[in-house]
């Protein structure tokens, strides 16, 4: 009843640029953050990034400063511009969120994911 969909990843060369979007569709009543995890072959799964309904947003030290993250609250959607991309970049990318949805009988909360969409940096 909840969908989380991603788009926007690619291939690309050291030193450009992607943005990433995700889109939360059903019979979402609210979510509170949002965000974007990474994970690369051999690692573990690690925050990106994170953005509160309020705006507040939080980041992983190794994005400060080139990678931004925003929402549209009026569309459910949040975005991750990514600058300066550096190999180490290279990831399957997910995004979350976390939020209230009505199934027609009560609400359900908790954490949705989408499917991933892999970002290549290359040297």
């Known amino acids: 009843q909840v969908q989380l969909v991603e788009s926007g990843g690619g291939l690309v060369q050291a030193g450009g640029s992607l943005r990433l979007s995700c889109a939360a569709s059903g019979s979402i009543s609210r979510i509170n953050s949002m965000g974007w995890f990474r994970q690369a072959p051999g690692k573990q799964r690690e925050l990106v990034a994170a953005i509160t309904s309020g705006g507040s947003t939080n980041y992983a030290d190794s994005v400060k400063g080139r990678f931004t993250i925003s929402r549209d609250n009026a569309k459910n959607t949040v975005y991750l511009q990514m600058n300066s991309l550096k190999p180490e970049d290279t990831a399957v990318y997910y995004c979350?969120?976390?939020?209230?949805?009505?199934?027609?009988?009560?609400?359900?909360?908790?954490?949705?994911w989408g499917q991933g969409t892999q970002v290549t940096v290359s040297s």
């Open positions: 979350y969120a976390d939020l209230t949805y009505y199934t027609g009988i009560r609400y359900n909360a908790g954490d949705y």
